[in-house]
């Protein structure tokens, strides 16, 4: 059986990190093994997903992991972003700290700030903050200092950060064994049929659009997701939801929430930056403008997170505020609804 994934030649848009030639004398070897003695910081682990995931070649063609390296054999590791992207250069950037031991890291990130560099973002991130302020925190599986989890540029809210490794390790377990408490609050479109419920279905990259995530029915494609929520207040042509992660899968309430019909308000990569209830009244067009602009982002912010202490054992909550932005987007939603309630039929 070959060991080759796909006989292709690779994307002019990826970047070359490493680059080996199999001395003559290499007994044969498979490749995840052999290139734990040559890349830095590598598991075994790691090497297999780079592979499952078509990032490594032998000359010029993407094989995997079981792949037996032979002498002369070239090899590459290519990724869709710059190798400089997990470089980390410390800026001094303020953080707004809820709760801080030598343990663990509190922090109420505001919106339109990306947690970590990546493409198009290698500077002014909160890693690039942490850098500064805080000196030796332990690397994470991707090597991104302290970050045991992250939430999305735009999205708001509560992040806990590591100091030690030991508290890295503790912390990492909790969340992988879903004994995390994380709940956001969002704004959906739509009026949300059911007071509560729970929302199950695997998340994986959108055959069409990678830089989006969809439920996908079948079992083998993705990662098991659930999220439970619950209906706060009803605007009519929006609602007001509190969610509760059991996984966390990249941005899994708001594929989640579409996928049951009820986008996140102004949330641009998922559709809800459109007008997808109401009327066709100039009037209310004006309205949804004024939210959008009083909110230039989705409405979703983590206002809840708990976790037993990696050190004392103690349980500890934090919450959060809504933020000024998102909660004067509801007033406007709630002051609407009342005011045109007897007014206009859905």
Known sequence: MSNNIELQEPDDELFEHYRFEVPKGQAFLRIDKYLMLMVPNATRNKLQNAANNGDIYVNEVQVKSNYKVKPLDVIRILLSHPPFENRVDPEDIPL???????????????????????????????????????????????????????????????????????????LAKQFEDKTSEREYIALVWGNVKEEEGTITGN??????????????????????????????????????????????RTHQIRVHMKHIGHPIFNDERYGGNLILKGTTFTKYKQFIDNCFKTLPRQALHAKTLGFVHPKTGEMMRFDTEIPKDMADCVEKWRNYSKSNASEEEE
Do not use: W
């Open 96 to 170: 707004d700290i809820v709760y801080e031991d030598d343990s663990v890291l509190l922090i109420n990130k505001p919106p339109n700030f990306v947690v970590h560099p990546g493409h198009g973002n290698y500077t002014g991130t909160l890693v690039n903050a942490l850098a500064f302020h805080f000196e030796n925190l332990p690397l994470n599986s991707s090597e991104r200092p302290g970050l045991v989890h992250r939430i999305d540029k735009d999205t708001s809210g509560l992040l806990v950060v590591a100091k030690t490794e030991a508290a890295m390790t503790h």
């Open 203 to 248: 998340i994986a990259r959108h055959v069409k659009d990678r830089m989006q995530m969809a439920v996908f029915a079948d079992p083998e494609i993705g990662k098991h997701a659930v999220t439970h929520y619950k209906v706060l207040e009803r605007f009519g042509y929006v609602t007001l939801v509190s969610c509760k992660l059991e996984t966390g």
